[in-house]
């Protein structure tokens, strides 16, 4: 599981005032950005029409964790603090620990889609603390505990704090929350109230780990981390009347590695040669990307910063940023055999502020 450094989870439970907490929902923020990465650049490795049941469950972990990045966003807003969206150092650094994470933990590369990364990588991010052992049928697998505070863990100290500290009505500017049709009301809704804030940080966590006894998070789904264990064990988790639990992995979710793409791993636009008039191409392909991918950062940024409407400029812009990464995911590395042109997520202001 993802490790969280026990000083962050501390600084939370020792918060004295509300101001206090800007920091830790800060990086709030920025972790819940920061598996997006890693969660797009295995989506992206699916060929086109291909493995489309694993490519559709990972596409809707995608924009869970967009939607929690909105949620903290407004939760920041709420209590009178400004995420810093539009900033080079938002984009971790991969390979690399995650924002909160010890630095011997869990090291994140930007990679291919295999059942190797999904158990070890993706699963780790979203385990939570107990998770629940369901039966697999016809097969067995045993899961392990931490010691160190998971996710969920730092979301509810800072719910247990915000419960403290807060009035009955927070602080901050009303007119900073953001809403958009492109989730259900019941889930990214405005945030006015401490007890607004605590009902969205349940949904986060409970969308991500399940709930202490189900793997079913607020609006109907399977959690992230039983989801991501669907395409390890290659079986779909299913209501099971037989079993203890209520829950069992039988089926089948088909999944295909010859239909993804070996993109080389942790792509940077500094390994990409510019020689070659085809190379030449091949980097500004990349250059595109980073180019978006900084741009969407750059509105979400106004969006959560007195301009709560930008996020419909910003809609459009996930679907280039998808477009052009499937393009990459699908040309060859100049001067690398058997590979193809990762996504680079890189920070550049080259084009910064304009439209």
């Given at each position: 599981?993802?490790?969280?450094?026990?000083?962050?989870?501390?600084?939370?439970?020792?918060?004295?005032?509300?101001?206090?907490?800007?920091?830790?929902?800060?990086?709030?923020?920025?972790?819940?950005?920061?598996?997006?990465?890693?969660?797009?650049?295995?989506?992206?490795s699916i060929m086109p029409e291909k493995n489309k049941e694993v490519y559709q469950l990972i596409h809707s972990v995608v924009i869970d964790e967009m939607l929690h990045m909105a949620i903290d966003s407004n939760i920041l807003n709420a209590l009178g603090g400004h995420p810093a969206i539009d900033k080079p150092e938002f984009i971790p650094s991969y390979p690399g620990p995650l924002p909160m994470g010890i630095n011997e933990g869990l090291i994140v590369n930007l990679e291919m889609l295999t059942k190797d990364v999904v158990k070890n990588t993706f699963m780790e991010i979203e385990e939570p603390e107990n998770p629940i052992d369901f039966p697999i049928k016809m097969s067995a697998m045993g899961m392990r505990a931490e010691q160190?505070?998971?996710?969920?863990?730092?979301?509810?100290?800072?719910?247990?704090?915000?419960?403290?500290?807060?009035?009955?009505?927070?602080?901050?500017?009303?007119?900073?929350?953001?809403?958009?049709?492109?989730?259900?009301?019941?889930?990214?809704?405005?945030?006015?109230?401490?007890?607004?804030?605590?009902?969205?940080?349940?949904?986060?966590?409970?969308?991500?780990?399940?709930?202490?006894?189900?793997?079913?998070?607020?609006?109907?789904?399977?959690?992230?981390?039983?989801?991501?264990?669907?395409?390890?064990?290659?079986?779909?988790?299913?209501?099971?009347?037989?079993?203890?639990?209520?829950?069992?992995?039988?089926?089948?979710?088909?999944?295909?590695?010859?239909?993804?793409?070996?993109?080389?791993?942790?792509?940077?636009?500094?390994?990409?040669?510019?020689?070659?008039?085809?190379?030449?191409?091949?980097?500004?392909?990349?250059?595109?990307?980073?180019?978006?991918?900084?741009?969407?950062?750059?509105?979400?940024?106004?969006?959560?910063?007195?301009?709560?409407?930008?996020?419909?400029?910003?809609?459009?812009?996930?679907?280039?940023?998808?477009?052009?990464?499937?393009?990459?995911?699908?040309?060859?590395?100049?001067?690398?055999?058997?590979?193809?042109?990762?996504?680079?997520?890189?920070?550049?202001?080259?084009?910064?502020?304009?439209?």
């Open positions: 599981m993802l490790l969280i450094n026990p000083s962050l989870l501390e600084g939370v439970r020792n918060s004295t005032k509300l101001e206090d907490l800007f920091f830790y929902v800060q990086k709030a923020i920025e972790l819940e950005h920061s598996t997006i990465p890693p969660y797009l650049t295995a989506m992206l160190f505070a998971t996710i969920g863990q730092y979301y509810a100290a800072i719910k247990d704090k915000i419960d403290e500290l807060a009035n009955d009505k927070l602080p901050g500017d009303p007119s900073l929350q953001m809403t958009t049709s492109f989730y259900p009301p019941d889930q990214l809704f405005p945030i006015y109230t401490k007890e607004d804030a605590k009902r969205a940080i349940d949904i986060i966590v409970e969308q991500g780990e399940g709930t202490t006894s189900s793997p079913i998070r607020p609006g109907g789904g399977i959690a992230h981390y039983y989801r991501f264990n669907e395409v390890y064990l290659g079986k779909r988790l299913v209501e099971d009347p037989g079993s203890e639990l209520g829950y069992a992995y039988e089926g089948t979710l088909p999944f295909n590695q010859s239909e993804v793409f070996p993109i080389s791993k942790n792509t940077k636009l500094s390994e990409l040669p510019n020689g070659t008039q085809d190379e030449k191409e091949i980097k500004l392909m990349a250059e595109e990307f980073a180019y978006y991918y900084s741009k969407l950062l750059h509105g979400l940024h106004r969006t959560f910063n007195g301009e709560p409407s930008f996020i419909n400029n910003t809609l459009g812009l996930m679907y280039d940023i998808k477009l052009i990464g499937q393009k990459l995911a699908a040309t060859p590395f100049p001067g690398r055999p058997g590979q193809t042109v990762g996504a680079p997520f890189e920070f550049t202001d080259v084009f910064r502020g304009k439209a």
